[in-house]
């Protein structure tokens, strides 16, 4: 355990579960990523060079040398991008970790400085688990968990939920368990109390 998690934990605070992203499974989805978007640059490169003559931009006839330096520029940006996610997923990789108490959920990341994410069991709403076709196939999925967290996109994209995530976690199912447990029985605790009074 890290010791930026040991220094959080509460006086009797028992962990039931720690863990972290599959190496293999983020890797594998970050070198997908980074080849569709080094294809995409590809792409773009093609159909926006133009061979010899002009060409338009913003409705000014230019020198075609114009516009590929243009198109090529984007199409190399976005091909360093794509080579280097697999570097950055790795490097997330190897800092992010989950934490599953008794009290909470706690999710550890961040390249420079340590992030840490405290969730209690009352403020989580829903959880779910999510499971793609490199999870099915390496046994890894992502838990998602919404404690009622709202992302407000532009005037006319609205609004969405932003939820935690425990990502690419071995038996992903069996780690949902642990977090259905305690969300379960903290609900009952309340409701018992409520009736109580």
Not at 52 to 58: D, P, Y
Not at 70 to 92: D, E, R, T
Request: net charge positive; hydrophobic share 40%; proline share 2%.
């Amino acid at each position: 355990m890290s010791k930026e998690i040991q220094s959080i934990l509460e006086k009797n605070e028992k962990i039931v579960w720690e863990g972290k992203q599959d190496l293999k499974a983020t890797m594998i989805t970050s070198i997908i990523s980074a080849v569709f978007l080094i294809l995409f640059a590809f792409i773009i490169k093609g159909l926006f060079s133009s061979g010899t003559g002009s060409c338009t931009i913003r409705g000014t006839v230019r020198p075609s040398a114009d516009c590929n330096f243009w198109s090529n520029a984007v199409a190399y940006l976005i091909m360093i991008l794509g080579a280097s996610s697999p570097i950055l997923a790795f490097l997330y990789q190897r800092v992010t970790k989950y934490v599953i108490t008794e009290k909470r959920l706690l999710l550890k990341s961040g390249l420079i400085g340590a992030d840490m994410v405290s969730i209690y069991y009352d403020q989580i709403k829903t959880s779910f688990v999510k499971v793609g076709l490199i999870g099915k196939i390496l046994g890894t999925g992502s838990i998602l968990i919404d404690t009622g967290k709202i992302s407000h996109g532009g005037r006319d994209s609205g609004s969405r939920v932003e939820y935690d995530k425990f990502n690419n976690v071995k038996k992903p199912y069996e780690v949902y368990k642990h977090v259905q447990k305690r969300t379960s029985s903290r609900k009952e605790n309340l409701y018992a109390g409520k009736a109580a009074e």
